[in-house]
């Protein structure tokens, strides 16, 4: 492909008749024919590698116009990453008919992974990619990130057209919007749960935070695209905001939830196996049985319904999807019950509001104690710490404060940040211990709740070229605590 095509159809300007073979951001994947993306990052200054990307073949450099690119064409622009997404995404095409983003603080991964199985139902081809990976109708494969890099991510998208599919939902996390790591491509629908405290590391206040986020409705999305807003009975006023920013930019706002007006719930009854709702969408009242535990589920399912609607699923079918849903991998997943007869659950919850809403999700099903086990990752948000001690003080009977990634930090200043939210709180370092004690403490009524690590199959520690990610399933270690418990009772 001709790069003056490329610029011409991203609306860039740049003259160049050279012959483009592909998009790299890293230099150590530049080869010849190659459109280098120079970007300062968090780490590393991108531009200190310019010479290296020509060296091995780039034809072409997006930078900064102070940046100094000598021997190929230097395309520049004040916001690099911009430009380079809008000029690599003319690149990397076909892409699916149908996409949908997700944005909000939680609840993106179980929202992509929900409308994916509801349009799947309704007999599309479809996909999700987020914090589980790359999950099409073949197969899941991991990237390691919730949003990869742009190039990736494009890559990605136009390798799932090829092979067929034709709908696909992917997670815009904060940190991926605010590096343009996930845009460029025609977006028809995007969704928003909720906003609450994270990222604070990285960004600089609520505000900014926010900001990262509001670009998603602002600028991501395709003009006339519709904007699915969850609004909860509880909501804090953020989302109301988005809402705002839907209406300005000339999307089609439909909101959900308690306070939704397109698709209105108007009951949630937890049943045996999940929850009983009550709907209004379209003038028509329906009660679905929806089979999963906890209200935030019903937010992210009801999103979900509202995003495949959007994309002209049919409403029968989305409703009768609804109803199907799986539960998603280390959400509230029941990991084992323990000899005593207490389940065990697993879930990702890594903020202070997700813990009350997992806390939230059990409580109806606890006759006896709730027991939380949980920590905090290291080398990020040092400040939700304590209050994520105070959440799960709040609502449980027993606290066991562990580790949860201490990647490069002592993991006993982490425990301590947490345990200044929660004074009364067991401390077990070792998180194998900390799950085996509460599974061993948990009597026939008590409901044991391990948080934080959800799907995540390793713990990470020591960082940069310390890091050693060790081998760590927190269904795998619950299961295991619970039989070595029938193991020394024999
Ligand atoms: C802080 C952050 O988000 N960093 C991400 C960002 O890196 P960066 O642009 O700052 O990169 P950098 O390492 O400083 O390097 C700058 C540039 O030089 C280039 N480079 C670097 C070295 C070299 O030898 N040659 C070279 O060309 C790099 O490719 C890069 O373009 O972009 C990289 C690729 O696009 C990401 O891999 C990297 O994620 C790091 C590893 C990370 O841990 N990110 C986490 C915090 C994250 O993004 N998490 C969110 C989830 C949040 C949530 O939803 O809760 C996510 O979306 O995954
Ligand atoms: N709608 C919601 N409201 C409040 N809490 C939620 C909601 N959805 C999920 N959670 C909590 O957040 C945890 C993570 O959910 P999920 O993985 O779907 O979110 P995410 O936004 O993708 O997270 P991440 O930012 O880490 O990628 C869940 O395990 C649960 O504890
Ligand atoms: N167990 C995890 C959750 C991380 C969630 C991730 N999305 C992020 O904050 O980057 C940790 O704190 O290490
Ligand atoms: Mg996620």
Redesign the pocket.
């Known amino acids: 492909m001709k790069l003056a095509q490329l610029c011409k159809a991203a609306g860039i300007a740049c003259d160049a008749d050279v012959q483009v073979t592909g998009f790299a951001?890293?230099?150590?994947k530049v080869a010849p024919g190659t459109v280098f993306?120079?970007?300062?990052?968090?780490?590393?200054?991108?531009e200190d590698?310019i010479p290296a990307?020509i060296e091995s073949g780039a034809v072409a450099v997006v930078a900064r116009p102070e940046a100094r690119v000598e021997g190929a064409l230097h395309i520049a622009d004040v916001t690099p990453r911009r430009a380079f997404a809008a000029l690599a995404a003319q690149y990397f095409t076909p892409v699916p008919d149908h996409i949908v983003a997700v944005t909000g603080t939680n609840g993106?991964t179980s929202t992509v992974e929900m409308t994916r199985q509801i349009w799947r139902m309704a007999g599309e081809r479809a996909a999700s990619i987020g914090?589980l990976g790359v999950t099409t109708p073949d197969e899941s494969v991991s990237t390691g990130?919730?949003?990869?890099?742009?190039v990736t991510f494009l890559s990605n998208l136009s390798g799932l057209a090829r092979e067929g599919v034709t709908h696909v939902a992917y997670?815009a996390?904060?940190?991926?919007l605010s590096?343009f790591?996930n845009e460029g491509v025609p977006v028809e629908a995007a969704g928003f749960t909720n906003f609450s405290r994270?990222?604070l590391d990285?960004h600089a206040d609520m505000e900014d935070y926010f900001r990262a986020k509001m670009r998603l409705f602002d600028e991501v999305v395709s003009d006339g695209a519709t904007a699915v807003i969850w609004m909860g009975s509880g909501d804090s006023g953020w989302n109301a905001r988005v809402v705002d920013h839907a209406t300005r930019r000339g999307l089609r706002v439909m909101t959900v939830g308690e306070q939704g007006e397109a698709i209105r719930l108007t009951r949630r009854e937890p049943t045996q196996l999940g929850q009983s709702l009550t709907i209004e969408h379209r003038g028509t009242s329906r009660t679905i049985n929806l089979p999963l535990i906890g209200a935030y589920q019903v937010a992210n399912a009801l999103t979900a319904a509202g995003l495949a609607l959007a994309t002209g699923i049919d409403a029968s079918q989305v409703w009768d999807g609804v109803a199907r849903l799986q539960p998603v991998r280390g959400r509230l997943e029941r990991a084992v019950i323990a000899p005593s007869g207490a389940p065990v659950y697993v879930d990702y919850a890594h903020t202070p509001d997700a813990l009350e809403a997992a806390i939230a999700a059990l409580r109806p099903h606890v006759a006896g104690r709730l027991i939380t086990v949980f920590g905090a990752g290291g080398d990020r948000d040092h400040g939700k710490r304590a209050p994520m001690g105070e959440a799960a003080a709040k609502a449980s009977d027993l606290v066991i404060v562990t580790d949860d990634n201490p990647r490069g930090e002592d993991p006993a200043d982490i425990r301590r940040q947490v345990l200044e939210g929660a004074p009364q709180a067991r401390e077990i370092g070792d998180r194998r211990e900390a799950i085996c004690a509460a599974i061993a403490e948990a009597g026939a009524d008590d409901i044991v709740l391990v948080a934080g690590k959800g799907h995540e199959t390793g713990q990470i520690i020591g960082s940069g070229e310390n890091m050693r990610v060790l081998p760590f399933d927190d269904v795998e270690v619950a299961r295991e605590c619970a039989a070595e418990i029938v193991g020394t009772a024999e």
Do not use: C, W
Request: charged residues 25%.
């Open positions: 951001i890293d230099n150590r993306g120079a970007f300062q990052g968090a780490r590393v200054n991108g590698f990307a993106k914090t990130l919730t949003t990869p890099d742009i997670e996390s904060s940190h991926g590096q790591r994270d990222h990285y």
